[in-house]
């Protein structure tokens, strides 16, 4: 049984206590006339002023390597506030304060 860990504030861009590893799986795609290579089988949302929202085929990770149990879930919302009662998972609590504006954008090559 997996022990309940209390909040963590962590700014974005920064995984302090907690860091969590998305771990997306791979799935076979069978070449047919409706085969469509830019298709995703994961989007990931970064919320302006919100939570990150994962949809599609994924699997979530505790930093020690431990899977979370999603029971059927293909979307979740994982908290960047820091303010929520079920960590990794956002409940909301951000509505109250917490501002942080997401626009994309184009990252530099790696070096």
Known sequence: MRRH???????YGS??????????RKQE?????SFNPITMSTKI??????SIRLEGDFELYD?????FELNGRTAVSLCRCGHTA?????DGAHK?????PIQAYELPAPR
């Open 5 to 11: 860990q209390p909040p963590v504030r962590a700014q």
């Open 15 to 24: 995984a302090k206590n907690l860091i969590f590893a998305l771990r997306i």
């Open 29 to 33: 795609v069978g070449l047919s006339a």
């Open 45 to 50: 949302t970064i919320r302006s002023n919100g």
């Open 63 to 67: 930093q020690d390597g431990n899977r």
């Open 86 to 90: 079920t960590p990794p998972f956002c």
């Open 96 to 100: 109250e304060q917490f501002d942080s």
